[in-house]
């Protein structure tokens, strides 16, 4: 045996010795890796539990307080004032490598070498949001029960459904704003009866978006259900702009699609024109929906308005009943 060891080729002590050294190595890294790894975790950890407590210490809801990535913004309610909220922080200038006041509304530090900026929502003026309900038509009982909610909704109903004029009808004796939901070619989903398609001639397109229109009493503008296709065609979207015009409509964008044409050929053709900023319900649980309808909130008191979209499902029908009436105590309108 010793003498067969003795006999095999230098090289393959070698091999054996690199590879020996290349797990021990391996290890080594993969050990040191987890370690800076865990520091990292237990620094940010640490930073953003201090951040947490001087907005505790305000007296701030974590309802008010959103988070993402570095950036923490914060909405302030009224009895709050600025210089307290400034006085709070400084007791965080001694563990901050850098600390700044930026505008009079971002605080912006670092600490443990991570760098945060705390975004104030200053209570100037009342924020606006629209709330617009999608397809609408397919059930009075869903009508009702929305139409009870005490808050400015939008709906938008669909053409040639089963209850289609029955809810327009309804929702308008109740005082609530009514808007088309026009149909149009998506993603191979069937958008339903008077849709628009992208292999249409134009005669055609003019003369579905006219009995589309005729269906529905009342209405104020058009928003687009699916149409993720369409809304990325200009010649067809200018078809459509050009007929709304005449009527004196506004349009809506669900972006369905990040390449929508709508936005830009708005501003060619003088078409009023909104987009949607965040669907509510795309999961139809109450933790998603409420955790939307406060995303939709923080984006209109940065930008002092956005427009949320969500449809007739029971879920959020509750949340919308249980969470509207809170939204005036927090200066925001519907």
């Given at each position: 045996?010793?003498?067969h060891?003795?006999?095999?080729?230098?090289?393959v002590?070698?091999?054996?010795?690199?590879?020996?050294?290349?797990?021990?190595l391996?290890?080594?890294l993969?050990?040191s890796?987890?370690?800076?790894l865990?520091?990292?975790?237990?620094?940010?950890?640490?930073?953003?539990?201090?951040?947490?407590?001087?907005?505790?210490?305000?007296?701030?809801k974590?309802?008010?307080?959103?988070?993402?990535?570095?950036r923490?913004?914060v909405?302030?309610?009224r009895?709050?004032?600025i210089?307290?909220?400034?006085?709070?922080?400084?007791?965080?200038?001694?563990?901050s490598?850098?600390?700044?006041?930026?505008?009079?509304?971002?605080?912006?530090?670092?600490?443990?070498?991570?760098?945060?900026?705390?975004?104030?929502l200053?209570?100037?003026?009342?924020?606006?949001?629209?709330?617009?309900?999608?397809?609408?038509?397919l059930?009075?009982?869903?009508?009702?029960?929305?139409?009870?909610?005490?808050?400015?909704?939008t709906?938008?109903?669909?053409?040639?459904?089963?209850?289609?004029?029955?809810?327009?009808?309804y929702?308008?004796?109740r005082g609530k704003?009514l808007?088309?939901?026009?149909?149009?070619e998506g993603?191979?989903?069937?958008?339903?009866?008077?849709?628009?398609?992208t292999?249409m001639?134009?005669?055609?397109?003019?003369?579905?978006?006219?009995?589309?229109?005729?269906?529905?009493?009342?209405?104020?503008?058009?928003?687009?259900?699916m149409?993720?296709?369409?809304?990325?065609?200009?010649?067809?979207?200018?078809?459509?702009?050009?007929e709304?015009?005449k009527?004196?409509?506004?349009f809506?964008?669900?972006?369905?699609t990040?390449?929508?044409?709508?936005?830009?050929?708005?501003?060619?053709?003088?078409?009023?024109?909104a987009?949607?900023?965040?669907f509510?319900?795309?999961k139809?649980?109450?933790?998603y929906?409420s955790?939307?309808?406060?995303?939709?909130?923080?984006?209109?008191r940065?930008?002092?308005?956005?427009?949320?979209?969500?449809?007739?499902?029971p879920?959020?029908?509750?949340?919308?009943?249980k969470?509207?009436?809170?939204?005036?105590?927090?200066?925001?309108?519907?």
């Amino acid at each position: 045996m010793i003498q067969h060891l003795k006999t095999r080729p230098l090289y393959v002590y070698i091999i054996v010795a690199s590879l020996f050294l290349a797990l021990v190595l391996s290890s080594l890294l993969y050990v040191s890796h987890r370690r800076s790894l865990k520091q990292a975790v237990i620094k940010r950890y640490t930073s953003e539990t201090l951040i947490k407590g001087c907005l505790f210490e305000l007296g701030i809801k974590r309802q008010d307080v959103h988070i993402d990535g570095n950036r923490i913004s914060v909405y302030v309610p009224r009895k709050i004032s600025i210089d307290k909220i400034f006085e709070v922080f400084n007791a965080l200038r001694p563990l901050s490598s850098s600390y700044s006041i930026r505008g009079n509304h971002i605080i912006s530090l670092v600490i443990q070498d991570i760098p945060w900026d705390i975004d104030l929502l200053l209570p100037k003026e009342k924020s606006f949001v629209a709330i617009i309900v999608d397809d609408m038509g397919l059930s009075m009982k869903a009508a009702k029960k929305l139409g009870s909610i005490n808050a400015a909704l939008t709906f938008s109903i669909l053409p040639f459904r089963p209850y289609s004029r029955e809810v327009a009808w309804y929702l308008h004796s109740r005082g609530k704003e009514l808007i088309l939901h026009l149909p149009m070619e998506g993603n191979g989903k069937n958008p339903g009866k008077g849709a628009i398609y992208t292999y249409m001639r134009p005669e055609d397109i003019r003369s579905i978006l006219s009995n589309d229109l005729s269906q529905i009493p009342f209405i104020s503008g058009v928003n687009n259900h699916m149409g993720s296709k369409v809304t990325q065609d200009k010649a067809i979207m200018s078809i459509v702009y050009e007929e709304l015009n005449k009527k004196g409509l506004f349009f809506v964008d669900s972006l369905t699609t990040r390449d929508s044409v709508c936005k830009a050929l708005a501003l060619k053709t003088g078409v009023p024109f909104a987009s949607r900023d965040v669907f509510l319900d795309n999961k139809p649980t109450y933790k998603y929906i409420s955790t939307q309808l406060r995303k939709l909130i923080f984006i209109g008191r940065y930008y002092r308005s956005a427009i949320g979209i969500c449809h007739p499902h029971p879920m959020t029908i509750y949340v919308l009943k249980k969470e509207i009436p809170k939204l005036e105590r927090q200066d925001v309108e519907v």
